[in-house]
Nanobody, 118 residues
Framework: QIHPVESGGGSVQAGGSLRLSCTTP????????MQWYRQPAGKQREWVSS???????IYTDSVKGRFTISQDKVKDTLYLQMNSLKPEDTGMYFC????????????WGQGTQVTVSS
């Protein structure tokens, strides 16, 4: 199983920025696509963004133009740069590998909490 480790969350005011990081200790994720999800308190987990092996990216509409997903293949680390944060961005953020069969895992990490105050 792949066990992601997310970090970088925190509490910021609306309009602020945070950069989230994700690693997969013991697993080389460079041959996988990667995704970010978030889960507001009391709500279902929702997809936020994906990056494929070739570097192409997609975003959910609510974060387009504000969030940037990237992957440092030397450091084997996934990032989510979040700018112009809004209170509705508040939630626990998770990363996940995706793509080929060896990238699949049922496990989720503990996530990192992002709290945006108005």
């Amino acid at each position: 199983q792949i066990h992601p480790v997310e970090s970088g969350g925190g509490s910021v005011q609306a309009g602020g920025s945070l950069r989230l990081s994700c690693t997969t200790p013991g697993f080389n994720s460079n041959t996988c696509g990667m995704q970010w999800y978030r889960q507001p308190a009391g709500k279902q987990r929702e997809w936020v963004s994906s990056i494929s092996i070739d570097g192409s990216t997609i975003y959910t509409d609510s974060v387009k133009g504000r969030f940037t997903i990237s992957q440092d293949k030397v450091k084997d680390t996934l990032y989510l740069q979040m700018n112009s944060l809004k209170p509705e961005d508040t939630g626990m953020y998770f990363c996940k590998t995706t793509g080929s069969w060896w990238c699949f895992s049922n496990d989720w990490g503990q996530g990192t909490q992002v709290t945006v105050s108005s």
